[in-house]
């Protein structure tokens, strides 16, 4: 059966809310504004507020990502590049942190950087990627990780195309597509 991206989402969600517990403090019109803290299901938040902090368990997220997923997004790894499911997506839509749902860049800022991996000129609003200096591999690069979940998503380069100069180079593994 297949399934489109939308119904696999959807899937996706009840899988998480199954295994949260049903996460009610994450809903709702009463919903705290500010920085907090949510432990059961992310998916359930508005996928444009990234002030909300979600935090799971180790062992919640192995239960909850795929492998790659898990290898890519809680243990800062790479997937080989040209083998993912977005590098090469030239549709319509926004791409989404895989983890917690976050909408974290657009379409409309994807670019063709030659490199395997799905590339981006800017994140789809402030505040929707946050970065931090990474020292490993023998060099100082930028890291980019979703601040929802603090999942790993790639690396941000200053040798981007135009407006911004730069290029953030995404892992597909970390990111969920979703076609508008």
């Given at each position: 059966?297949?399934?489109?991206?939308r119904a696999a989402n959807l899937l996706f969600a009840a899988a998480?809310?199954?295994?949260?517990?049903?996460?009610?403090?994450?809903?709702?019109?009463?919903?705290?504004?500010?920085?907090?803290?949510?432990?059961?299901?992310?998916?359930?938040?508005?996928?444009?507020?990234?002030?909300?902090?979600?935090?799971?368990?180790?062992?919640?997220?192995?239960?909850?990502?795929?492998?790659?997923?898990?290898?890519?997004?809680?243990?800062?790894?790479?997937?080989?590049?040209?083998?993912?499911?977005?590098?090469?997506?030239?549709?319509?839509?926004?791409?989404?942190?895989?983890?917690?749902?976050?909408?974290?860049?657009?379409?409309?800022?994807?670019?063709?950087?030659?490199?395997?991996?799905?590339?981006?000129?800017?994140?789809?609003?402030?505040?929707?990627?946050?970065?931090?200096?990474?020292?490993?591999?023998?060099?100082?690069?930028?890291?980019?990780?979703?601040?929802?979940?603090?999942?790993?998503?790639?690396?941000?380069?200053?040798?981007?195309?135009?407006?911004?100069g730069l290029r953030y180079c995404m892992n597909s593994a970390a990111?969920?597509?979703?076609?508008?």
């Amino acid at each position: 059966m297949k399934l489109t991206v939308r119904a696999a989402n959807l899937l996706f969600a009840a899988a998480l809310l199954a295994c949260s517990g049903a996460g009610r403090e994450a809903q709702g019109d009463d919903r705290v504004k500010t920085e907090q803290t949510v432990k059961n299901d992310a998916w359930a938040l508005s996928p444009t507020d990234a002030t909300i902090k979600v935090e799971k368990t180790e062992e919640q997220w192995k239960q909850l990502l795929t492998p790659i997923q898990f290898q890519v997004l809680r243990q800062a790894g790479t997937e080989r590049a040209f083998t993912g499911e977005t590098w090469n997506n030239h549709e319509h839509g926004v791409y989404r942190c895989a983890a917690c749902g976050l909408v974290l860049f657009r379409s409309d800022d994807k670019f063709e950087s030659g490199t395997g991996w799905p590339s981006f000129t800017r994140p789809a609003a402030p505040g929707r990627v946050a970065e931090r200096e990474d020292k490993s591999l023998f060099t100082t690069r930028t890291e980019v990780h979703c601040p929802r979940c603090g999942g790993h998503l790639g690396h941000v380069f200053p040798d981007g195309p135009a407006p911004t100069g730069l290029r953030y180079c995404m892992n597909s593994a970390a990111l969920v597509f979703e076609k508008n």
